[in-house]
């Protein structure tokens, strides 16, 4: 069975810093891996998508980076904004339609 | 951009009920799904449907029910709502393809009484 795992659960940092956020997976055999972020009592956004065949994706912002074979991924927001403050998930899609989710990281940029 | 609605935001309802949770989504996505969320247990999968008729069980199926009657609607319903059904539930859709990107609701948070 999957499990994803995702370092630290929890975050705070200055505004302008650059955030690091980890997942890890224990079966490498993945179509692809989904960043989604958040906020306190609503749905999900979806933020990145890498495909198994990628090994990075950038939107703005944001980069998120896949090493399959090592089972990890990290996502990285470059100069970071209280607006930024929210719950990151990563999920990952093994050879059915499910997601595994990570429990998340808690992100807090302080003013 | 594609649009996944939930029907209500909030409700509230009591033991015994039976209660009905509706997804739209407009993208003609053939998958949809249903998750509910907790605390301290993330998120996890209740069922899903591959098309019109067709349902799969997730990984948390007991006490529920589910219905797709047509592409864009997937509804899940509990019997026989219990205070631990007590959750936010998250609906979901993505194309039929290998590289497909899961769209999420805005979520309903349902307190069972």
């Known amino acids: 069975k999957q499990e994803v795992t995702q370092i630290p659960a929890a975050l705070s940092v200055p505004e302008g810093e650059n955030l690091v956020l980890n997942c890890s997976f224990t079966?490498?055999?993945?179509?692809?891996l989904q960043w989604f972020r958040q906020d306190p009592g609503k749905g999900l956004t979806s933020l990145l998508l890498?495909?198994?065949?990628?090994r990075e994706q950038t939107s703005g912002r944001l980069n998120a980076s896949l090493d399959k074979s090592s089972g990890r991924s990290t996502l990285y927001i470059a100069a970071s904004q209280p607006g930024d403050s929210a719950t990151y998930l990563c999920a990952v899609r093994p050879r059915d339609y499910k997601l595994s989710f990570g429990a998340g990281t808690t992100v807090t940029v302080r003013a | 951009d594609v649009k996944v609605t939930q029907s209500s935001r909030y409700l509230v309802k009591r033991t015994g009920e039976k209660v009905f949770l509706e997804c739209v989504q407009d993208m003609d996505h053939e998958n949809m799904f249903w998750y509910r969320q907790d605390p301290g247990l993330g998120l996890r999968l209740i069922y899903f449907?591959?098309?019109?008729?067709?349902?799969e069980k997730g990984d948390i199926p007991e006490g529920y029910s589910v219905s797709r009657e047509k592409k864009e609607r997937f509804s899940l319903i509990l019997e026989s709502a219990s205070t631990n059904q007590t959750s936010m539930y998250l609906c979901?859709?993505?194309?039929?393809?290998?590289?497909?990107?899961?769209?999420f609701g805005p979520g309903t948070r349902l307190t069972v009484l």
């Open positions: 449907s591959y098309d019109v008729k067709m349902k």
């Open positions: 979901a859709s993505s194309f039929e393809r290998s590289y497909n990107e899961q769209f």
């Open positions: 890498i495909q198994s065949s990628q």
């Open positions: 079966d490498s055999a993945i179509y692809n």
